[in-house]
């Protein structure tokens, strides 16, 4: 069993930060890539970032030049640094990774729980 445990979602004022963590615990051979979702009230979700092993990263339009993925590989953790944050950014953020548990096991898809962010005055 692999689990994926978020932390650091909060409420905070517009133009403020947040930083999130996400860290994999279980039976772990590797993670390919890393990423956070987001799904706001009657919304569809939608992709935030992703990091690869390699280190590679991919952002949505929306968030470009505000936020900022990281990743530890030998901790299995992945970060979410958000700096000038919008209301339009509250949510519900979601870890997601790309697992295998096993050097024979395919890579399976595993999400957390989610965090929630709030951005109001």
């Known amino acids: 069993q692999v689990q994926l445990v978020e932390s650091g979602g909060g409420l905070v004022q517009p133009g403020g930060s947040l930083r999130l963590s996400c860290a994999a615990s279980?039976?772990?051979?590797?993670?390919?890539?890393m990423g956070w979702y987001r799904q706001a009230p009657g919304k569809e979700r939608e992709l935030v970032a992703t990091?690869?092993?390699?280190?590679?990263?991919n952002y949505a339009d929306s968030v470009k030049g505000r936020f900022t993925i990281s990743r530890d590989n030998v901790k299995n953790t992945v970060y979410l640094q958000m700096n000038s944050l919008k209301p339009e950014d509250t949510a519900v953020y979601l870890c997601?990774?790309?697992?295998?548990?096993?050097?024979?096991?395919?890579?399976?898809?595993?999400w957390g729980q989610g965090t929630l962010v709030t951005v109001s005055s």
């Open positions: 997601n990774a790309d697992v295998k548990r096993r050097i024979m096991s395919p890579y399976i898809e595993v």
């Open positions: 279980g039976t772990i051979f590797s993670i390919n890539t």
């Open positions: 990091t690869t092993s390699g280190g590679n990263t």
